[in-house]
Structure formats: C-alpha cells, structure tokens
C-alpha cells in the first residue's frame, strides 16, 4: 500500500505507512517538526492537518482524495 503524504505549498509531510496486509499506522512529529504548533501524534492530530489546504499524494504520484485516504486508514 503506497505511503500517503500532505503537500502544502512547498512542504511534504509524510503521513504514514501501510503494507503487507497491516493497519495503516500514522508518522509521529514532536512539536518542532511538527506542521501543527504541538505534538503531532494521533489520528485526531491529523485529522486538525487535513483541515488545511493541500493535497494528498501517494509514494508513486498518485493523487488521492481525504475520502479515499480515510477509507483506507
């Protein structure tokens, strides 16, 4: 399963990773790397960055819509 990632402007975030069959399991940032300004850490943490504008492109290029990605997840 491709690995999802945010792009806002020129930033990349990587939003986690599913393969072989496992739960799909979110990327972790502490509060300086954050794309929030506190801990990035849990499902609801991400779903505060999908609130903002960007779009969601797989490993391979591939666009994907927040419905598609939460489906997934």
Do not use: C
Request: proline share 7%; charged share 25%; net charge negative.
């Amino acid at each position: 399963m491709p690995k999802p990632k945010v792009f806002e402007d020129t930033d990349k975030w990587h939003i986690g990773k599913s393969s072989g069959g496992w739960s799909f399991t979110f990327q972790a940032f502490n509060k300086y790397d954050s794309p929030l300004d506190r801990p990035l850490s849990t499902t609801a943490d991400w779903r505060e960055v999908f609130k903002r504008p960007g779009t969601i492109v797989d490993e391979y290029g591939a666009v994907m819509t927040q419905e598609d990605f939460w489906g997934m997840v």
